[in-house]
Nanobody
């Protein structure tokens, strides 16, 4: 059974930092691109960052320069380092690999 399990969400003040993790199982994680998305009520799920199997990374304009995506293939884990957080970053964050999704972890940034 394929599982993606996010962790690391929580409450943080504006300007603060937070790191999210996504543990993958039941999938050849190292052979696939992996990504982070986020969603708020009433909005479509939006792309945040993607890392390719070869290590190249791509970011949404809204997080460029503030977030960093990385992966540890030996641990089958995806990370998202977030800095200079803003209230508009508040959302449920989801990890994605191929067609599989985690259930999300909530990030709340206070004003």
């Amino acid at each position: 059974q394929v599982q993606l399990v996010e962790s690391g969400g929580g409450l943080v003040q504006s300007g603060g930092s937070l790191t999210l993790s996504c543990a993958a199982s039941g999938i050849i994680f190292s052979a696939n691109a992996a990504a982070w998305y986020r969603q708020v009520p009433g909005h479509e799920r939006e792309f945040v960052a993607r890392i390719m199997s070869g290590g190249g990374a791509y970011y949404a304009d809204s997080v460029q320069g503030r977030f960093a995506i990385s992966r540890d293939n030996a641990k089958n884990t995806l990370y998202l380092q977030m800095a200079s957080l803003r209230p508009e970053d508040t959302a449920v964050y989801y990890c994605n690999c191929f067609t599989y999704w985690g259930e999300g972890t909530r990030v709340t940034v206070s004003p």
